[in-house]
C-alpha cells in the first residue's frame, strides 16, 4: 500500500510520524473517509467543506486547498489501483514539545491511505444487522470529525460484545445516531432522521439519502427521534460512507418491525445503487 505524509507518496511501512505528534498525543486532528466507486471520489465536494469546517472547529489552517486535496486524493487512488475503496485522510496540528495549549511552531501532519470496500455483504442485506442502544457518553460537538475517538471506540467494543453491530447512542431521552453512521426510522411510512446540529456528524450518506428522499418524493422528516420512536419504528436504518444503508432487524434482542429489512428501506437502497452506479458513468 502506498500512503501520502506529508507531500510524499510511499509505502506504508516507510511512513513514520514523530512520537511528539499532538495526534498521537492528544488525538489533536480531524479526519474524513471518502469512498470512490470506479476510481471516482463519491461527494468529493461535501466531503471536503465538512473537512474545511472540522478544521475551523479546531483552529488547524488548512495545510492544502480545494485543488490541492483533489489532485492528491485523485493521485493517491491512481497509485493504489483496485476495486471500490475508501480514503481515508487524517490532519493532525502537528508534532509539538507536549503542552496542552496550541503550539506557535508546529505544522498539520497530512495523512492519507487506501482501504479496500467491502461490497455489501448480501447475507446481510437479506437477514440485517442487530444494534444495541447506549448512553451517549460523548462530548457536546460531535458535529466536528474529529480522530478523537474513544467514547465512539467503548461504545462500538461494547455492542461487539453484544453480539450485535452497531451501537445506537441515546441522550436525554433522545436516540442520536449510531458509533460510527447516522440514524434513520421508519414510523406510519415516513422516514424519520434526527436534525443535524452539535450532538451528531453530519454524515455525507445522511444527506445523500434526505435528498434523494426529497427527489423521489418519498416522505421524510428531519426531526428529534426519541428512544420510544425508536423501539416502536418499523424500520430502523444507520447509514455511513462504509456501511451505505443497513437495516437493523433486531434492537436490544427485540425484532424490528416483523424483523426483516423494510419495504422503505428496499427502496432506498436501490435509489442509492443507482446513484453509485451514475458515479461510476460519470454522470453525477
Ligand atoms: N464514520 N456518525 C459518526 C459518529 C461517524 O463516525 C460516521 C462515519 C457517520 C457517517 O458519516 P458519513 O456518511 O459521512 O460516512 C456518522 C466513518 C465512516 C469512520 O469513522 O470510519
Known amino acids: ?34 469512498p470512490a466507486y470506479g476510481g471516482r471520489l463519491f461527494r468529493l465536494e461535501q466531503h471536503l467543506d465538512r473537512l474545511d469546517r472540522s478544521l475551523a472547529a479546531v483552529r488547524i489552517m488548512p495545510p492544502l486547498d480545494r485543488a490541492g486535496w483533489t489532485r492528491m486524493l485523485t493521485e493517491l487512488l491512481a497509485r493504489n489501483p483496485g476495486g471500490d475503496r475508501s480514503v481515508y485522510l487524517q490532519v493532525t496540528r502537528g508534532a509539538a514539545r507536549r503542552d496542552h495549549a496550541f503550539p506557535e511552531d508546529a505544522s498539520p501532519t497530512v495523512f492519507a491511505m487506501v482501504n479496500p470496500l467491502q461490497p455489501g455483504d448480501p447475507a446481510l442485506l437479506e437477514t440485517g444487522v442487530a444494534a444495541v442502544t447506549m448512553p451517549d457518553t460523548r462530548w457536546a460537538r460531535c458535529d466536528i470529525k474529529a480522530i478523537t475517538l474513544l467514547a465512539n471506540i467503548l461504545a462500538r467494543q461494547q455492542a461487539v460484545e453484544a453480539g450485535a453491530t452497531e451501537a445506537i447512542l441515546v441522550r436525554a431521552g433522545r436516540a442520536i445516531e449510531g458509533a460510527a453512521s447516522n440514524l434513520f426510522v421508519v414510523g406510519d411510512g415516513v422516514i424519520v432522521t434526527p436534525p443535524k446540529d452539535q450532538s451528531l456528524l453530519p454524515g455525507i450518506t445522511r444527506d445523500l439519502v434526505v435528498e434523494l428522499a426529497e427527489a423521489h418524493n418519498v416522505p421524510l422528516m428531519e426531526t428529534p427521534v426519541t428512544e420510544a420512536d425508536l423501539r416502536a419504528a418499523e424500520e430502523i436504518w444507520l447509514t455511513s460512507s462504509t456501511k451505505e444503508i443497513l437495516p437493523v432487524t433486531r434492537l436490544d434482542d427485540r425484532p424490528v418491525g416483523d424483523g426483516r429489512p423494510g419495504p422503505v428501506w428496499a427502496r432506498m437502497m436501490k435509489l442509492y445503487q443507482d446513484y453509485k452506479q451514475q458515479l461510476r458513468e460519470g454522470r453525477v
Open 1 to 34: 500500500m502506498i500512503v501520502y505524509l506529508n507531500g510524499h507518496y510511499l509505502p506504508e511501512s516507510e511512513a513514520r510520524v514523530s512520537v511528539l505528534d499532538r495526534g498521537f498525543l492528544f488525538g489533536d486532528g480531524v479526519y474524513e473517509v471518502v
